[in-house]
C-alpha cells in the first residue's frame, strides 16, 4: 500500500494563535463582554456560573492544532491528562502532529512513543485508524461542514472511538455544539440533583442540549469547568470545600 499524505491546506494542521495559562489551546475565546448565563434551565445554569466564576474560563483543549486535539481525545481515554502531555511530547519529539506522519510510522514506534499514556498498544492501533479515517473523510473542513449527527454516527464507527472520545473531537477540534459527558459531568449533575448519574451517555447528552445555551463557547466551557471540578473536587469521594458550586443540597448528596 502506499504511503498516505496529509491533505493539502488542511485547517486541521493549522497552528493555533490562541494562548492560555498552560500554553496554546484550540477552542473558542471567551466573549468580551461576559456572559449572562449558560443554561436555561436554573439549576444548571447557577452551578456553570458558579464554577466559572471561581475557577475562571478555562481556555480548553490545550492544543497546538486542532489535529492535535484529535489525537489528546484519543489518549486521555483511561488515563490523567499529564500523561497524555508527556504522551503527545515523546510523539512530536519522533514526527510532526499529522494524520500521514502519524501513519507512516511503525505501530511498535507509535506505541513506544504514547507508552506513557497507558495501554499503548490499543491505544497506536485507535491513532492508526482515527488517522486514516481523518484522511479519508476529508479533514477538519468536513469536520467542519458536514452534518453533524450524521458524521457523529460515522465517527462512532471507527476503531476505538466511542461517544465520549467522539464528541471531543467534534466539540474542541471541529468546533461543532455537541456536549462532551464523562464521569465528571455525571458526578456533578447528580450530586447537585440535576441529572440521574447512572442515565446513558446519550441521554445525557441530549438533556445538555436541550438546557445549554446554543453557544459553542458555552458547549467548550461546560466540559472543561466539569473537568476542573470533578479533577478538584468531585471525586468518588466529594471533596465539597472550597468548591465554587458547593450548595446545601450537593453536600447532603455528595456520598451518593
Known amino acids: 500500500m502506499s504511503a498516505r499524505r496529509d491533505l493539502p491546506g488542511d485547517p486541521g494542521l493549522e497552528p493555533t494563535r490562541q494562548e492560555s495559562p498552560r500554553g496554546p489551546f484550540v477552542g473558542t475565546p471567551p466573549p468580551r463582554r461576559g456572559l449572562a448565563r449558560m443554561a436555561r434551565e436554573r439549576g444548571l445554569d ?5 464554577l466559572a466564576a471561581g475557577f475562571g474560563w478555562q481556555r480548553w483543549w490545550p492544543a497546538r492544532t486542532p489535529f492535535e486535539v484529535i489525537v489528546g481525545a484519543v489518549l486521555t ?3 490523567a491528562w499529564r500523561n ?18 502519524l501513519l507512516a510510522l511503525e505501530e511498535e514506534e507509535l ?21 486514516a479515517w481523518y484522511l479519508d473523510c476529508g479533514g477538519l473542513a468536513a469536520l467542519r461542514g458536514r452534518r453533524l449527527e450524521p458524521l457523529r454516527r460515522e465517527l462512532l464507527g471507527v476503531h ?22 464523562d464521569a465528571y459531568t455525571r458526578r456533578i449533575l447528580g450530586r447537585h440533583g440535576l441529572a440521574p448519574a447512572e442515565a446513558p451517555y446519550e441521554e445525557l447528552r441530549a438533556w445538555l442540549a436541550e438546557r445549554l445555551v446554543p453557544s459553542q463557547f458555552v458547549f467548550e466551557e461546560f466540559h472543561a469547568l466539569c473537568v476542573r471540578a470533578g479533577y478538584e473536587h468531585c471525586k ?18 455528595a456520598s451518593r
Open 46 to 50: 447557577r452551578v456553570l456560573m458558579e
Open 84 to 101: 497524555v502531555e508527556r504522551a503527545l511530547a515523546s510523539l512530536a519529539a519522533r514526527t510532526p502532529l499529522t494524520p500521514a506522519r
Open 236 to 253: 468518588p469521594t466529594a471533596l465539597c470545600e472550597g468548591c465554587p458550586a458547593t450548595t446545601p443540597r450537593s453536600l447532603a448528596d
Open 160 to 181: 476505538g472511538v466511542g461517544p465520549e472520545t467522539a464528541d471531543s473531537i467534534l466539540c474542541y477540534a471541529a468546533g461543532r455544539r455537541t456536549a462532551v459527558v
Open 111 to 131: 506505541a513506544l512513543a504514547i507508552r506513557s499514556s497507558g495501554y499503548y498498544r490499543s491505544k497506536a492501533r485507535k491513532l492508526r485508524a482515527v488517522c
Open 77 to 79: 481515554q483511561n488515563t
